[in-house]
């Protein structure tokens, strides 16, 4: 059984989902109505083994700010399959926030996850 959590190092905390996050994330079982955002602390940086940021941005950011956790940091996207040529070569290091976006970039933020959380699994099992 894995502990799993989500948190933001920037924007406005607490708010709720948009409604095309809510949506996109009912094909993958999950419910994000009454779902809050919050942001990363230190204790949650200290209880989790690892800590997946999404963008070579966040990862800088994240080194320079709490270089403790150094060993705890990984870039997501790195274990993904990229499925078609991306438009920009940084697309291939970058999950791009959907935030403000439509349904269908909320659904291909989330299928690109789901895509680096099985390639991350498929490393360590």
């Known amino acids: 059984m894995y502990d799993i959590s989500s948190a933001g190092i ?8 948009p409604v095309e996050a809510i949506e996109a994330a009912k094909c993958y079982g999950v419910d994000l109505n009454g779902h809050l955002s919050r942001r990363l602390d230190m204790k949650m940086m200290e ?3 690892v800590i997946f940021v999404m963008d ?34 940084y697309d291939i290091y970058n999950i791009k926030d959907p935030y403000g976006k439509s349904l269908y970039e909320f659904s291909e933020c989330y299928k690109r996850i789901s ?11």
């Open 10 to 17: 920037l924007g406005e905390f607490p708010r709720p989902s």
């Open 47 to 49: 209880y989790f083994d």
């Open 56 to 89: 070579v941005w966040q990862y800088n950011y994240m080194n320079r700010v709490h270089p403790g956790i150094k060993n705890k940091l990984l870039l997501l996207p790195l274990f993904g399959e990229y499925p078609i040529v991306p438009k920009n070569k």
């Open 115 to 125: 895509n680096c959380l099985s390639g991350f699994m498929n490393e360590i099992i």
